[in-house]
C-alpha cells in the first residue's frame, strides 16, 4: 500500500526549530520526495526536494540557510529540519513523491503524484 504520513509539527516560538518525518511506505527509494506547505488562505508552495540517492536537494529561496532535507532509505523516512523559525512559517505541511522526476526539483506542487495528509506548524509567541 502507498501510504505517505507526515508527523512531527506543533507549536513553535519564533527562532524555534523543529523536525519533521514523512514515513513513506510501499514507494521505492529512487523517487524524489518534496516538502510543501499551505498557510491559511494561501496557494501550496514548495520548500524543498531530496532526490532519491539523497545526492541532490533544492530548497525555496524563503528557507535557504533555515531548513535543511534529509533521508534515510533503510527507514523510507525523509525528514526536514527546520531551524530559526519565523510566524511566515506557518502552515500545514505537506510530503509528497515525484514518480516521474518532473516536478519536484523545480518545487511544483501541481505535478506530485501521492500526498500526505500533513501535519500543521505552528510558529507564534
Known amino acids: 500500500q502507498l501510504q505517505l504520513v507526515e508527523s512531527g509539527g506543533g507549536l513553535v516560538q519564533p527562532g524555534g526549530s523543529l523536525t519533521l518525518s514523512c514515513a513513506a511506505s510501499g514507494f521505492p527509494d529512487y523517487y524524489d520526495i518534496g516538502w510543501f506547505r499551505q498557510a491559511p488562505g494561501k496557494e501550496r508552495e514548495g520548500v524543498s526536494c531530496i532526490s532519491g540517492s539523497g545526492g541532490s536537494t533544492n530548497y525555496a529561496d524563503s528557507v535557504t540557510g533555515r531548513f535543511t532535507i534529509s533521508r534515510d532509505n533503510a527507514k523510507n523516512t525523509v525528514y526536514l529540519q527546520m531551524n530559526s523559525l519565523k510566524p511566515e512559517d506557518t502552515g500545514v505541511y505537506y510530503c509528497?513523491?515525484?514518480?516521474?522526476?518532473?516536478?519536484?526539483?523545480?518545487?511544483?506542487?501541481?505535478?506530485?503524484?501521492?500526498w500526505g495528509k500533513g501535519t500543521l506548524v505552528t510558529v507564534s509567541a
Open positions: 509528497a513523491v515525484d514518480t516521474y522526476g518532473s516536478s519536484c526539483m523545480f518545487l511544483r506542487h501541481s505535478g506530485m503524484d501521492y
